[in-house]
């Protein structure tokens, strides 16, 4: 039996939940937080992030890392391309979601929703302006230059697209939307994403997790 480590929500854990779904895998998830002191977790998380995998003896951490794994030892219902360009092409995509991408979308929904709802702290509006106004602009000029006007990225749902995407998911819980009169390929490119039967519902069950209606 395949065990993930790791809380819903993070856009990490969501990464390799949907993989694991799109491979038809079974697996068990134990909710787990980021950096706690419980010293069994640190046996399997040496730095106490998330996610974390084990499957048998082996024991996986980094979400890149866990997903090529599964890619590799569950070849079936690729969620790579198969050719080397494709695959290298995909694999700085997923490099871009899981960096640049999350430090800022996943930042509007840290000051937006964790600091007022769970840390009980106002959040930083001008960091927050500074985000949507002036960062995040220029790099999502480059993500509309590169996903394309229907489907997905490399033919069936993958890494790649769900890497661009999970960031926002995080950042639509926090009252966030991508303006698809300035970026009409990409906001598009979100919404096919998170319609996707396998993301639907993962999507559903973290906005009741956090209390919000995302039907």
């Not at 871009?96 to 106002?122: C, D, N, T, Y």
């Not at 995040?136 to 490399?154: H, K």
């Not at 998911?169 to 926090?174: L, P, R, T």
């Amino acid at each position: 039996m395949i065990t993930l480590y790791g809380t819903a929500g993070s856009p990490y854990v969501r990464k390799v939940q949907l993989v694991l779904a799109l491979k038809g895998l079974s697996f068990e998830q134990v909710q787990q937080m980021p950096f706690t002191k419980d010293p069994e977790f640190k046996k399997i998380s040496p730095l106490g992030k998330i996610p974390a995998l084990q499957d048998g003896e082996l024991i996986i951490n980094d979400s890149a890392v866990i997903c090529e794994y599964l890619e590799d030892a569950y070849p079936e219902h690729p969620v790579f391309p198969s050719d080397h360009v494709n695959k290298a092409k995909a694999r700085w995509f997923e490099n871009l979601g899981g960096h640049r991408v999350s430090e800022l979308a996943s930042g509007i929904f840290f000051q937006r929703f964790m600091r007022p709802m769970v840390m009980k702290q106002e959040s930083d509006e001008v960091l927050v302006g500074k985000i949507i106004n002036e960062q995040l602009p220029p790099l999502l000029d480059y993500l509309e230059s590169q996903v394309p006007s229907e489907g997905f990225l490399f033919g069936a749902l993958g890494v790649a697209d769900i890497s661009l995407v999970s960031s926002f998911i995080n950042a639509s819980y926090a009252s966030y939307t991508v303006d698809a009169s300035r970026w009409p390929l990409f906001s598009a490119f979100i919404q096919r994403v998170t319609s996707h039967a396998v993301v639907k519902p993962v999507m559903e069950a973290e906005a009741a997790m956090f209390g919000l209606n995302k039907g």
